[in-house]
């Protein structure tokens, strides 16, 4: 009988805790997979974390003092809070777990886009944050203790307000200045940005040599300054996802949750057969 690849074997145990109703121990963490606008599937979270994402996406309104989440204003339901659909079944997972999302693994980045007045959602968001101080990342001005969960702010993100506070339980987004800014990573541990207001290849043919330098360059900067880098609205993900990975690219959005699993395991075993 031929031994499995551990490719193949790694497939197997992803499918297990569906097939077997395994604990997650079974699923392998992929640190570099973003959930993008996570709450719009059919199970949010829960999605993610089945398939071993360590980066996941919500947009929130503050609404009658809840922290409701959706895209647009229009869409908000009372019952789709973030404390129901986020922070508690992850609270849940870390205290199940050993004090992580995933057993033993990596801690998981909650990114919470704004999408309201900044200093009024944030403030209620800094209470509510309070309540699961035990599994968040803490934050001073000059420094970083990690915990299981880390919570950026991106969207409408109170920087000013947030960069005076001497202790936090989220940090910030950054942005393409960011990238030669002084701002410690305290403060902003992941610089975001459009991808189509950096660069102009669209996923077709090869990426020209100028941009690629571009794109090696600012993923450098980020790291750096002790930063990670991500990229939304990425051209043809299936081709640009292989591109971004090769060049150091932090986190990697995906619509697509289980093509961008199968693409960084492969890449996982990739390095593994290497070595």
């Not at 392998?28 to 089945?50: F, I, K, M, Q, W």
């Not at 950096?198 to 360059?217: C, I, Q, R, S, Y």
Request: charged letters at 25%; hydrophobic letters at 40%.
């Amino acid at each position: 009988m031929k031994t499995l690849s551990r490719l193949s074997l790694l497939s197997l145990l992803v499918l297990l805790p569906a097939l077997a109703g395994a604990e997650p121990a079974t699923i392998v963490p992929l640190e570099r997979a973003h959930s993008h606008n996570d709450y719009t599937r059919t199970r949010p979270l829960l999605d993610a974390l089945d398939v071993g994402f360590c980066s996941i996406e919500a947009d929130i309104y503050l609404v009658d003092g809840e922290l409701l989440v959706a895209h647009d204003r229009k869409a908000v339901r009372p019952e789709r809070t973030l404390r129901a659909m986020y922070l508690d079944p992850l609270q849940e997972r870390v205290k199940k777990n050993g004090g992580r999302v995933y057993p033993g693994g990596p801690g998981v980045t909650l990114l919470i886009d704004i999408k309201d007045d900044a200093p009024t959602t944030y403030a209620r968001l800094r209470e509510v944050l309070q309540e699961y101080a035990d599994m968040l990342t803490s934050f001073t001005p000059d420094s970083t203790k990690p915990g299981a969960v880390t919570v950026i702010i991106s969207g409408n993100s109170p920087r000013d307000i947030m960069a005076a506070e001497p202790a936090r339980l989220a940090a910030a987004d950054g942005r393409q200045a960011d990238l030669d800014g002084s701002a410690p990573p305290s403060l902003i541990p992941l610089v975001s940005m459009d991808w189509g207001s950096v660069f102009k290849w669209k996923g077709k043919g090869e990426m020209p040599a100028d941009e690629a330098t571009l794109l090696h360059d600012m993923v450098a900067k980020a790291h750096e300054k002790g930063r990670r880098i991500r990229f939304w609205a990425l051209p043809t993900p299936a081709v640009s996802w292989p591109l971004l990975y090769d060049a150091g690219v932090d986190l990697l959005n995906a619509d697509n949750l289980p093509a961008l699993q199968k693409l960084l395991l492969e890449r996982m075993n990739r390095k593994t057969a290497a070595k």
